[in-house]
């Protein structure tokens, strides 16, 4: 029933820039905190930015800070992630989750997931 479906992702040059995009349905997504996560491969997944509308609260982890930004439109019930300033460092499969987490960058606090879109940086 709770769908999300990501998109957006691609290959830029470092310094570039990103627009992921998550849709949603199937539930009320002012109930729930939205996350984006990535993970790499041979790294676990980490948190990346949070967003809860009913507070309208945000988070971001310390390497995005500055550089991404994380938004909703309400009207098509999505959730954005502008990625600026990239580094190839950041480049990981990107995952956008929902759920009510009690920390909001741990993966096991989520009960929804999407099914990725890749993000790669090159140098």
């Known amino acids: 029933q709770v769908q999300l479906v990501e998109s957006g992702g691609g290959s830029v040059q470092a310094g570039g820039s990103l627009r992921l995009a998550c849709a949603s349905s199937?539930?009320?997504?002012?109930?729930?905190?939205m996350t984006w996560f990535r993970q790499a491969p041979g790294k676990e997944r980490e948190g990346v930015a949070v967003i809860y509308s009913g507070g309208g609260t945000t988070y971001y982890a310390d390497s995005v800070k500055g550089r991404f930004t994380i938004s909703q439109d309400n009207a098509k019930n999505t959730v954005y992630l502008q990625m600026n300033s990239l580094k190839p460092e950041d480049t990981a499969m990107y995952y956008c989750?929902?759920?009510?987490?009690?920390?909001?960058?741990?993966?096991?606090?989520?009960?929804?997931w999407g099914q990725g879109t890749q993000v790669t940086v090159s140098s």
């Open positions: 199937g539930y009320s997504y002012r109930r729930y905190w």
């Open positions: 989750a929902a759920g009510y987490p009690v920390v909001w960058s741990r993966p096991d606090d989520y009960k929804y």
